[in-house]
């Protein structure tokens, strides 16, 4: 998270999107700001599910190669922190193994 020139909270990421149709995953630009980055902050940590709404912005800047480059990003209006999906517990029970008996029984 870090602080605009008129020092109001930003909060950059990339959202990954995994594509069902074929083993692939798209990387999206998130730009949170205030609260919305705030909340991000503390509440998330990578690898965590968020579902985003917002709005598309495509911003221009020239590069330190003096090309022109567009940014296409979405910026987040709010955020919903998604829990995953409980992993079944093992079927299997823990065996205590002795160590001189390579069998489990």
């Given at each position: 998270?870090?602080?605009?020139?008129?020092g109001k909270l930003?909060?950059?990421?990339?959202?990954?999107?995994?594509?069902?149709?074929?083993?692939?995953?798209?990387?999206?630009?998130?730009?949170?700001?205030?609260?919305?980055?705030?909340?991000?902050?503390?509440?998330?940590?990578?690898?965590?599910?968020?579902?985003?709404?917002?709005?598309?912005?495509?911003?221009?800047?020239?590069?330190?190669?003096?090309?022109?480059?567009?940014?296409?990003?979405?910026?987040?209006?709010?955020?919903?922190?998604?829990?995953?999906?409980?992993?079944?517990?093992?079927?299997?029970?823990?065996?205590?193994?002795?160590?001189?008996?390579?069998?489990?029984?």
């Open positions: 998270m870090t602080l605009s020139d008129s930003i909060c950059n990421f990339n959202l990954a999107v995994k594509r069902n149709y074929r083993d692939a995953t798209d990387f999206i630009r998130i730009v949170a700001w205030e609260n919305v980055a705030r909340n991000i902050e503390q509440y998330t940590k990578k690898g965590d599910m968020i579902y985003v709404t917002g709005y598309l912005q495509v911003r221009q800047y020239t590069g330190d190669d003096g090309k022109e480059r567009y940014v296409h990003e979405v910026v987040a209006s709010q955020v919903q922190f998604l829990e995953r999906k409980e992993k079944k517990e093992n079927a299997f029970e823990e065996t205590n193994i002795d160590e001189g008996n390579d069998t489990p029984f």
